[in-house]
Every structure is written in structure tokens, then in C-alpha cells.
């Protein structure tokens, strides 16, 4: 069965930092694109970020280009998404994802993982 | 930024209706277009992709259609089970963007 699982959320204060972690299971992690796409409490979906299945390319939302970083170890099947000077408008759930068509970013979403809960808060 | 605009932003409807929802896009995208279903608290599940292609194992009630910047989605017969909020979606440019999502009630 596919499956993303994400974990590494929680609260943290106005310019802290967190990871995010996504480990994937169930197909061949390496050969495909994975994103990065957050909702914020009672709102839509927000695409973050994305990087090719070798991790070579990466691609940014504008409202997080320079403070947050994605990147994946295919031999841990695991994305990740490291994240700077956090704001309070990054308070959201954040949600792994993967792309559909194949090693290179389509930006399409056909398997989500669960969320992890992120909060912004003093 | 390619914006998608999805009409209405909510419906009630009973058992056994039509439901349509709409989804324009702000430039032509082709039929670079899918369509999610989020139940309350979970993630998002993808239903059609490119425009009118359903998903594997769901239900052949749900459908769409459209090219360039139209689209349509439809439940050709409401279910109690489909209840959710409804999202398009782009992926013709970066960054793929969402329409704002139409919530879906029974009546």
C-alpha cells in the first residue's frame, strides 16, 4: 500500500525553526517528485514546495522562498522540509505529497499523507 | 499567478441530486486541471485528473469535463458519503495554485 506519513510538527515561537519529516512507503520513492502543500485553519490548500525524485531541482511558493528548504534521501525514503523564521502566517497543516508524474515535478497530487500540525504562537 | 475561481463556495443539495461545481481559471491551462475531495480532518484525495479522467477505484458518479479555462465537476447523484469540500486545482504553470474550495452539504 502507498503511504506518506508525515511527523515533526508542533508549536514554536515567532522566528524559530522546525523540520518536517515525510516517510514514504509503498512505491519506489526515488523515482518520483514529492511536494510540500499546507492548509491553514479553516482555509484552502496552499502548495509549498517541490523537488524532483533526485532531488536535483527544487521549486518555491514566493511566500516561502529564503526561509524554507526542502530535500529528500532517497536511501531513507524520507522528504523533508526545513523551515526558518517561522511567522505566524505559516500556522497550517502541512501535508507531503506526491507527484504523479514521475521523477520530473508535474505539480499535480495523486497520494497525500496525513498532516502534521504546525503552530506559530508566543 | 494563475487564479482559479470555483462557483458556488458552498451548497446544500438532497440524496440523489445533480451537483455541479464550476472552476475558471484566469488563463488557459489546457486540461492541466484536477479535482480533490476533503472529508472534515483528513487530507485531501485526488478524484479526476486532467479535467475529465477518474482517478482509480472512485466512483464513476463523480465526472468532469472542460478545456482552457472552464471546467466543470460533477456528483451525477449525491450521496450521504460525499460530503466534503471540493478543490480544483492547476498544474499547467508554477506555482500549481487551488480554486478556494466549494463546501458540499445535505439538505
Known amino acids: 500500500e502507498v503511504q506518506l506519513l508525515e511527523s515533526g510538527g508542533g508549536l514554536v515561537q515567532p522566528g524559530g525553526s522546525l523540520r518536517l519529516s515525510c516517510a514514504a512507503s509503498?512505491?519506489?520513492?526515488?523515482?518520483?517528485?514529492m511536494s510540500w502543500v499546507r492548509q491553514a485553519p479553516g482555509k484552502g490548500l496552499e502548495w509549498v514546495s517541490a523537488i524532483s525524485g533526485s532531488g536535483g531541482s527544487t521549486y518555491y511558493a514566493d511566500s516561502v522562498k529564503g526561509r524554507f528548504t526542502i530535500s529528500r534521501d532517497n536511501s531513507k525514503n524520507t522528504l523533508y522540509l526545513q523551515m526558518n523564521s517561522l511567522r505566524a502566517e505559516d500556522t497550517a497543516v502541512y501535508y507531503c505529497?506526491?507527484?504523479?508524474?514521475?521523477?520530473?515535478?508535474?505539480?499535480?497530487?495523486?497520494?497525500w499523507g496525513q498532516g502534521t500540525m504546525v503552530t506559530v504562537s508566543s | 499567478d494563475i487564479q482559479m475561481t470555483q462557483s458556488p463556495s458552498s451548497l446544500s443539495a438532497s440524496v440523489g441530486d445533480r451537483v455541479t461545481i464550476t472552476c475558471q481559471a484566469s488563463q488557459d491551462i489546457s486540461n492541466y486541471l484536477n479535482w480533490y475531495q476533503q472529508k472534515p480532518g483528513k487530507a485531501p484525495k485526488l478524484l479526476i485528473y486532467d479535467a475529465s479522467n477518474l482517478e482509480t477505484g472512485v466512483p464513476s458518479r463523480f465526472s468532469g469535463s472542460g478545456s482552457g479555462t472552464d471546467f466543470t465537476f460533477t456528483i451525477s447523484s449525491l450521496q450521504p458519503e460525499d460530503i466534503a469540500t471540493y478543490y480544483c486545482?492547476?498544474?499547467?504553470?508554477?506555482?500549481?495554485?487551488f480554486g478556494q474550495g466549494t463546501k458540499v452539504e445535505i439538505k
Open positions: 509503498g512505491f519506489t520513492f526515488s523515482s518520483y517528485a
Open positions: 505529497a506526491k507527484d504523479p508524474g514521475g521523477s520530473y515535478y508535474v505539480g499535480a497530487f495523486d497520494i
Open positions: 486545482q492547476q498544474y499547467d504553470n508554477l506555482p500549481p495554485t
